[in-house]
């Protein structure tokens, strides 16, 4: 009896163990957008789709139209442009968690082939996607993660026996197609690192076969790697494009301005990178405790992502995805000299950690960037201003920051073409307009897309300095970005119509702080005209984006002057707030108060109901 219910207990691991890390594998994905890259990379791919063509030159920009770059990642873009066209953002989140979800299977079967018991198999891949979570980015470079993984699950299945070599000839097509997704480079240096591996491992052996006077070892599977090796860097070579797809790593031998700027091409620290370091410093002294028992066509490939995510963050999750196989090996070289049971144990107790902690991370009530998810993080994307801008139509040259590229060329392209974005290969020797704020009137831009985050840090008075009042007028702002337009001819005729007088972020602020604020905002409150106009400058922000504070604040001010005001000028404006504030029980109050007083009784009746079910302490 007992012998039947461990058999059904290990069978029922088989399964549950892969559900749990897929769910595991989710919960780390599923977050909101906050790439900057993601809008660039869906942009080139619509264009794509709409032309049919490889888009390999800049055409969203201004300042570099029609320069050529390697597009390594087309194939990737395409098919992001196209889950995001059929499923939006919700769809794209969903997408790449099923990309991790199965990257965590994969692992899981290298980790199994590689020795490692369920458990410490579990805990190892747990880790590894704990140590990657923060490259689980919506742009093709999941489709390299996935890759990785695979090659690296075929490559551990081969070397232990589980696999036939032929499985081995799935690489070079991968290669192939990877090439096209993201660019094969992690895939041909992981080939490169198993195959000297596996080499130097038989000049070991042969060595000890030599003097023990034994047979030869077997060279077969060593030949197989060397021909999957160059068959893959043939296909790689053949390719329309060759080798020149890379030409962008280039800039990193040189003096490139927006790679030495760029996040992901730095070091990591113990700062914004803990985990790395402790994995790092756990699998060093693995290592060299237990490398000597471990082969070496698992062993080199890690270290040597190690190493290249010592000098770059970006390599960090290739680096896990490669340790885990190693770190397989060398725990089941641990199980066969120590006790199985602390084992099980010990890795229980990290998957129950990693998982608490990812648990903990995902809470919503921390408002982390990594919480749990299915749209846009609005602090991260111009979302309102890009809204802003295509009902306005300013005219004249745009001036926007990198990381606010992509989206602006996104929403905006082709009516507005954009200044720069982040691909150092086109935009590297571009300066910002703190760096050269002359450039302003060098390229004769009339309106700046600003990021808002510049009014809280040091860089607040060069913001003044650059865009004062007397040439420059504040004209719309959301959670991430200002925008600005120059005083004179080009918009003399929308400007006054759109220019902030009273409303700013300060104000704003002062706004979400209601009622510690309360003396701050007695001036507006107090004065019917300074109410009104900022009523008024109020009701043409929240048209374009999402501010519950303010919202409510039109519609107080509205129920606050309602009698001195044109009710149906008033009841456009909060028609018009409610397309992005439907949640606001202020703005539903003050327009049943407005429907009253045009004649509208059933309307005014239906807004007071929705009033009361979104808070009914308004009401009263």
């Known amino acids: 009896m007992n012998e039947d219910r461990r058999s059904r207990a ?15 594998a989710g919960i780390v994905a599923v977050s909101p957008i906050r790439d900057a890259d993601f809008f660039w990379h869906l942009a080139n791919g619509r264009e794509m789709l709409r032309e049919h063509r490889i888009v390999s030159e800049e055409i969203f920009s201004y300042t570099r139209p029609g320069v050529r770059f390697s597009n390594h990642a087309w194939l990737g873009q395409v098919v992001l442009a196209a889950v995001f066209a059929r499923a939006g953002t919700a769809g794209v989140i969903l997408f790449k968690a099923a990309v991790v979800a199965a990257c965590s299977a994969l692992l899981f079967a290298a980790a199994r082939a590689s020795g490692a018991r369920r458990a410490s198999a579990a805990a190892l891949v747990m880790l590894a996607l704990s140590i990657s979570a923060d490259r689980f980015k919506e742009r093709p470079e999941i489709f390299s993660l996935l890759a990785f993984a695979v090659v690296g699950a075929i490559s551990a299945s081969v070397l232990s026996g589980r696999l036939k070599r032929a499985w081995l000839w799935i690489v070079p097509p991968l290669l192939a197609v990877w090439d096209v997704l ?15 591996g596996e080499a130097a491992q038989y000049v070991q052996v042969r060595r000890v076969a030599l003097r023990q ?6 060279t077969s599977h060593l030949r197989s790697l060397a021909v999957c090796w160059g068959a893959g860097l043939a296909v790689g070579i053949a390719s329309p494009f060759g080798l020149r797809r890379y030409d962008f790593f280039t800039a990193f031998l040189s003096a490139n301005r927006m790679v030495a700027q760029t996040n992901e091409f730095q070091p990591p620290t113990l700062t914004l990178n803990p985990l790395f370091w402790v994995a790092a410093v756990a699998f060093i002294a693995a290592v060299v405790l237990r490398g000597r028992k471990t082969r070496l066509g698992l062993l080199l490939p890690a270290l040597a992502f190690l190493l290249l ?3 770059y963050r970006r390599a960090i999750p290739f680096f896990a995805f490669a340790a885990v196989p190693a770190a397989a090996a060398m725990a089941a070289s641990l199980v066969s000299e120590a006790a199985t049971r602390w084992m099980r144990r010990s890795a229980a107790i990290v998957c129950v950690g990693l998982a608490a902690f990812a648990v903990f991370l995902k809470l919503p009530s921390r408002g982390g960037p990594q919480r749990l998810g299915l749209d846009l993080d609005p602090i991260m994307f111009p979302t309102g201003s890009a809204r802003f801008l295509s009902a306005v139509r300013l005219s004249g040259h745009l001036y926007n920051p990198g990381h606010f590229g992509g989206y602006l060329a996104w929403q905006l392209h082709p009516a507005q073409p954009i200044y720069l974005y982040n691909n150092h290969a086109v935009f590297g020797d571009v300066p910002t307009v703190f760096e050269r704020p002359q450039l302003l009137d060098e390229k004769d831009v009339q309106v700046a897309v600003v990021e808002r985050w510049l009014l809280d840090g040091p860089a607040y008075p060069a913001v003044l300095s650059i865009f004062d009042r007397e040439r420059w007028a504040l004209v719309f702002f959301d959670d991430a970005s200002l925008v600005f337009v120059r005083e004179g001819p080009a918009n003399a005729r929308v400007l006054d119509g759109i220019r902030l007088r009273l409303l700013s972020p300060t104000v704003a602020a002062a706004v979400e702080r209601y009622p510690a604020s309360e003396d701050e905002l007695k001036p507006y409150e107090s004065s019917p005209e300074m109410g009104l106009t900022l009523a008024r400058e109020i009701a043409s922000c929240v048209r374009f984006y999402k501010s519950r504070s303010l919202a409510d604040y039109l519609g107080y001010l509205v129920v606050r002057n309602e009698r001195v005001l044109d009710p149906a000028a008033a009841l456009s404006w909060i028609d018009a707030a409610l397309g992005e504030n439907d949640g606001s029980a202020y703005l539903w109050v003050a327009q049943s108060r407005l429907r009253a007083r045009l004649g509208d009784a059933e309307g005014a009746r239906r807004s007071a109901e929705i009033a009361a079910q979104r808070d009914p302490r308004v009401v009263q």
Do not use: K, Q
């Open 10 to 24: 290990a069978r029922s691991l088989r399964w549950l163990i892969p559900l749990g890390l897929a769910i595991f």
């Open 182 to 196: 993201h660019g094969a480079v992690y895939g041909y240096l992981y080939l490169t690192a198993l195959l000297a």
């Open 213 to 218: 006077r034994g047979p030869a070892p077997d």
């Open 309 to 311: 995510a010592f000098r």
